[in-house]
């Protein structure tokens, strides 16, 4: 989500161990973690959805989206936050709501947002794709000097804990958690190389991770924009009722829709101006971007993914 802050501090000119040996500012005692808006899906189908935003001091780093499946004797999450401290505050959220304890857990990619508070639940299984459990072992660690640095704080119980599970890219594999059939379903590279979506056909429901989101710009810092468009393509065909996306409210299968043909319409401008002969900075000034200025992190990520998409188009022309 916050690409534009990975890219400056793990990037080649990147200065990410300089910032591990600045000091971090106390944390006040009367600073909370923010509550999660809790959405009931139906009897056994919570969403738990995190503000809008960077990670912050404010905020604690907690700004994702999470879901809760309650099945026969325990919990299935998708999606743990950024730090072990926001995974107890999600446990504790979880306590509110079953007294079922969390059994297994499904990461939808390897961005720490959505991984480490994996470490608060020692001992549930940890489900994911195959190249997320690749990248969190490579990567986990510098998501975690993100977080302390973008929340002015340490995080000392927080580590990168991989799946123990694993399934390979570009499958569907039918399974049954605590009683719940479900598809785990691992695209072609699309928001990360490691994408995994959960949807449960008994209820018509899509868990994304950041293959879809709402009210904010997705980031094309790890993607591969044409293959995303692809899979958006492939949830159009799927009978879905409701979404619970990476960030951001609810969706509804015709806000897919919405989400496709924007990125397609982009793309498409972006490629049409390589074509031309133009650079990235060029082609901007040619693109209708007016319905994605109404969305959060417009500014600083916009040109970002501008010029990814851009790189994307130049390497596959070769």
Known sequence: MFSKMYRLLTGPFGFLPLLLLLPLTAVQAEEQIPEPA?????????????PIGFPSKENH????????????????????????????????????ITDKPVTHIINTHHHGDHILGNSAFPDAEIISSKQCRELVEKEGHNWIGILNNMTGKEHPDTRPVPAQTVYPQESRTDVTL??????????????????MMVY?????????????????????????????????????????????????????????????????????????????????????KTLDLSQWKKMKEFEGQMGININRAYLEIERESF
């Open 38 to 50: 809790v959405e009931k899906i139906n009897d056994r189908v919570y969403a738990l959805l995190g």
């Open 178 to 195: 605590q009683g719940i059939p479900m598809e785990l379903w691992a695209p072609a590279g699309s928001h990360t190389p490691g994408d």
């Open 61 to 96: 780093g907690y700004m994702v989206n999470s879901a809760v499946l309650i099945g026969d004797e325990g919990v299935v999450l998708i999606d743990t936050g950024f730090s072990n401290e926001i995974g107890r505050h999600l446990k504790n959220t979880i306590a509110g």
């Open 200 to 284: 449960l056909p008994q209820d018509k429901l899509l868990i994304s991770g950041d293959i879809l989101v709402k009210k904010m710009i997705p980031s094309f810092v790890d993607a591969h924009v044409g293959s995303w468009i692809d899979t958006l393509a492939q949830i159009e065909k799927r009978e879905i009722e409701t979404v619970i996306p990476g960030h951001g409210p609810l969706m509804t299968l015709a806000e897919v829709k919405a989400m496709h043909q924007r990125m397609a319409d982009l793309y498409a401008g972006i490629e049409a101006g390589y074509n031309q002969g133009l650079m990235d900075s060029e082609i901007r």
